[in-house]
């Protein structure tokens, strides 16, 4: 009887052991890699719109159950200080009428203690006066203002930093770089009801944009059958249907990330073979409409028109010796600025490079982009400015990839692919959507290896969760990559301004890219800041910025390749 505990006994305890093991394994903590942080709870949808826009129950991202964040790998600490990136203010009573929005007609703004002339490096405050339709002056803020001080002739630009006084009323503030004329521009991207219906949706309303996957099979009688239906991400409180066995579900079983389609009348699940963008919906109210009409979308104010002279100055920033591009550099407010067309960092020594300085900082190196068609145009830049960088027909989607061009004469090849599900894309395979963070765990790195990714434009209608657990997905994978690599380069491109609607507005794109920047803080990469040279230069606000835009970002990058 003994003999048979005691076998009892060692088979139990090794059973304990195994799934000790396993669960270690799972959670990566035997390699010393953060666990990743639990999808919080999401807000159910709800099913009746408001008449008005109450504020009541539209209240900032901190108001999410921190506790569900439970995960080790994110700690309560980390969650609090990225919740506290994401505050915005706003009103804190019911808005009824879309009179009562703030008037990008009426509002103003006029520069502090103006001077007749000023000097290289000095700073410049400008309130801005927020009124509504009526001219009432507002009582709260929450209105999302640029601004930025600059030049036509010149063809100089610098983004200002604005301040929210919760009063109605804000202070820009900027450094002059540049000396000779300049002028003070502002405009209202959204007003602060507007921001409210943001919110909103962002919170009941992820699936605004759909998408369709495509399953191919054949019937009984053996003919071909193409069945698409609906899909999406599956999070929580986001899925298709309520009903039972509605859905196929695919889960990745790396990241635990799900997608989900609708089942097909006649096709099993294992079917799903193509991916597309599906559509959009429009849920918003006759009064949330009324304050996201275009006409009070993105407009410049009627303000201070005097103008600034800016006099040379002996210790003037513009030939400031800064440090070498590398690592871990903060980003300063302003990043840079523009002076005949061309753009100076005040990260660091960027430098600006010819065709051949490209051909040289690239050779014997194997670049990886992975992101949206943002950072394609990053690919189609360098492919166009080095003759002899060949791009390879690989069959494959032009918006999702994978795509490569190569150098034999210089020994560089050039990847680019996109960043995976989800993606607003033509029809294309899903075996060639791969989410970045798998694509990270499976490259080698090295002295060579340029790793490039961006994230952002597919992800504006979720959840400030799910992107945020899609990127520690990717810190994790970044910091395991240079634990075994250091040699490895890592360049995050953030986001850059574009967007002005229910679907993808600019604000949506400063949150996450306030979340993205706060996560990888502490991580020894290279953050490169597109988001300040997008908003400031001159040419019209697009998703996909101008080549001369295009240039300047490349040089940037080309700089913390090849710093000297």
Same mark, same amino acid.
């Given at each position: 009887?003994?003999?048979?505990?005691?076998?009892?006994?060692?088979?139990?305890?090794?059973?304990?052991?195994?799934?000790?093991?396993?669960?270690?394994?799972?959670?990566?903590?035997?390699?010393?890699?953060?666990?990743?942080?639990?999808?919080?709870?999401?807000?159910?949808?709800?099913?009746?719109?408001?008449?008005?826009?109450?504020?009541?129950?539209?209240?900032?991202?901190?108001?999410?159950?921190?506790?569900?964040?439970?995960?080790?790998?994110?700690?309560?600490?980390?969650?609090?200080?990225?919740?506290?990136?994401?505050?915005?203010?706003?009103?804190?009573?019911?808005?009824?009428?879309?009179?009562?929005?703030?008037?990008?007609?009426?509002?103003?703004?006029?520069?502090?203690?103006?001077?007749?002339?000023?000097?290289?490096?000095?700073?410049?405050?400008?309130?801005?006066?927020?009124?509504?339709?009526?001219?009432?002056?507002?009582?709260?803020?929450?209105?999302?203002?640029?601004?930025?001080?600059?030049?036509? %002739?010149?063809?100089?630009?610098?983004?200002?930093?604005?301040? @929210? /006084?919760?009063? $109605?009323? #804000?202070?820009? +503030?900027? *450094?002059?770089?540049?000396?000779?004329?300049?002028?003070?521009?502002?405009?209202?991207?959204?007003?602060?009801?507007?921001?409210?219906?943001?919110?909103?949706?962002?919170?009941?309303?992820?699936?605004?944009?759909?998408?369709?996957?495509?399953?191919?099979?054949?019937?009984?009688?053996?003919?071909?059958?193409?069945?698409?239906?609906?899909?999406?991400?599956?999070?929580?409180?986001?899925?298709?249907?309520?009903?039972?066995?509605?859905?196929?579900?695919?889960?990745?079983?790396?990241?635990?990330?799900?997608?989900?389609?609708? %089942?097909?009348?006649?096709?099993?699940?294992?079917?799903?073979? @193509? /991916?597309?963008? $599906?559509? #959009?919906?429009? +849920?918003? *109210?006759?009064?949330?409409?009324?304050?996201?009409?275009?006409?009070?979308?993105?407009?410049?104010?009627?303000?201070?028109?005097?103008?600034?002279?800016?006099?040379?100055?002996?210790?003037?920033?513009?030939?400031?010796?800064?440090?070498?591009?590398?690592?871990?550099?903060?980003?300063?407010?302003?990043?840079?600025?523009?002076?005949?067309?061309?753009?100076?960092?005040?990260?660091?020594?960027?430098?600006?490079?010819?065709?051949?300085?490209?051909?040289?900082?690239?050779?014997?190196?194997?670049?990886?982009?992975?992101?949206?068609?943002?950072?394609?145009?990053?690919?189609?830049?360098?492919?166009?400015?080095?003759?002899?960088?060949?791009?390879?027909?690989?069959?494959?989607?032009?918006?999702?990839?994978?795509?490569?061009?190569?150098?034999?004469?210089?020994?560089?090849?050039?990847?680019?692919?996109?960043?995976?599900?989800?993606?607003?894309?033509?029809?294309?395979?899903?075996?060639?959507?791969?989410?970045?963070?798998?694509?990270?765990?499976?490259?080698?790195?090295?002295?060579?290896?340029?790793?490039?990714?961006?994230?952002?434009?597919?992800?504006?209608?979720?959840?400030?969760?799910?992107?945020?657990?899609?990127?520690?997905?990717?810190?994790?994978?970044?910091?395991?990559?240079?634990?075994?690599?250091?040699?490895?380069?890592?360049?995050?491109?953030?986001?850059?301004?574009?967007?002005?609607?229910?679907?993808?507005?600019?604000?949506?794109?400063?949150?996450?890219?306030?979340?993205?920047?706060?996560?990888?803080?502490?991580?020894?990469?290279?953050?490169?800041?597109?988001?300040?040279?997008?908003?400031?230069?001159?040419?019209?606000?697009?998703?996909?910025?101008?080549?001369?835009?295009?240039?300047?970002?490349?040089?940037?990058?080309?700089?913390?390749?090849?710093?000297?």
């Amino acid at each position: 009887m003994a003999h048979a505990q005691i076998k009892s006994f060692v088979i139990l305890s090794l059973g304990l052991l195994f799934f000790l093991v396993l669960w270690l394994y799972i959670h990566d903590d035997w390699k010393g890699a953060k666990p990743l942080p639990r999808p919080l709870q999401r807000q159910p949808r709800n099913q009746s719109y408001r008449i008005a826009i109450n504020t009541q129950t539209l209240r900032s991202p901190e108001a999410s159950p921190a506790p569900a964040m439970n995960d080790p790998g994110l700690g309560a600490e980390e969650w609090d200080r990225i919740q506290r990136t994401l505050h915005w203010g706003g009103p804190d009573h019911q808005v009824t009428t879309a009179t009562m929005s703030t008037s990008p007609d009426i509002s103003t703004f006029i520069i502090n203690d103006f001077k007749d002339t000023y000097h290289v490096g000095d700073e410049l405050h400008v309130t801005i006066v927020a009124k509504d339709f009526t001219g009432a002056p507002k009582r709260y803020g929450g209105d999302f203002f640029q601004a930025k001080v600059y030049s036509d %002739k010149l063809k100089a630009s610098v983004f200002g930093e604005v301040l @929210d /006084h919760q009063n $109605g009323t #804000y202070l820009a +503030r900027f *450094t002059l770089p540049w000396a000779g004329e300049a002028s003070v521009a502002v405009r209202m991207i959204h007003s602060s009801e507007a921001v409210l219906v943001l919110k909103q949706h962002q919170n009941t309303d992820p699936d605004r944009i759909y998408f369709y996957g495509f399953f191919v099979g054949k019937n009984p009688q053996g003919a071909r059958v193409v069945e698409s239906v609906e899909c999406n991400v599956k999070w929580d409180g986001l899925v298709l249907s309520t009903q039972r066995n509605c859905c196929c579900e695919y889960q990745d079983a790396r990241t635990r990330l799900t997608w989900q389609c609708r %089942k097909p009348r006649s096709l099993p699940c294992d079917a799903l073979v @193509d /991916h597309s963008a $599906g559509g #959009y919906r429009n +849920r918003m *109210t006759a009064p949330e409409k009324a304050v996201m009409n275009s006409k009070y979308v993105d407009r410049w104010l009627k303000g201070d028109a005097r103008l600034l002279r800016v006099n040379p100055s002996i210790a003037t920033i513009g030939v400031t010796v800064r440090e070498a591009c590398k690592p871990g550099l903060p980003t300063p407010l302003p990043a840079g600025f523009y002076l005949m067309d061309v753009w100076t960092s005040f990260v660091c020594g960027a430098r600006h490079f010819t065709a051949i300085d490209t051909a040289k900082c690239l050779k014997d190196k194997h670049i990886y982009i992975m992101g949206d068609s943002t950072s394609r145009q990053w690919f189609d830049f360098l492919i166009q400015t080095v003759p002899t960088l060949k791009r390879m027909n690989l069959h494959t989607s032009a918006q999702a990839g994978p795509l490569l061009a190569v150098d034999t004469q210089n020994n560089i090849d050039l990847h680019w692919r996109s960043h995976g599900l989800p993606l607003r894309t033509t029809k294309t395979s899903m075996s060639a959507l791969h989410y970045v963070s798998n694509e990270i765990d499976d490259m080698v790195g090295g002295p060579h290896a340029v790793i490039v990714f961006n994230m952002w434009a597919h992800f504006t209608n979720y959840p400030l969760t799910f992107f945020a657990y899609n990127v520690f997905l990717i810190r994790r994978a970044v910091v395991a990559l240079l634990r075994r690599a250091p040699g490895t380069k890592v360049v995050i491109k953030t986001a850059n301004t574009g967007y002005k609607d229910i679907f993808g507005s600019d604000w949506f794109s400063m949150q996450l890219d306030r979340i993205l920047r706060e996560a990888f803080r502490d991580v020894e990469v290279y953050i490169l800041d597109v988001w300040q040279m997008t908003a400031c230069h001159y040419s019209r606000d697009n998703i996909h910025p101008p080549p001369v835009v295009i240039k300047n970002e490349i040089d940037i990058l080309l700089s913390f390749m090849c710093p000297q």
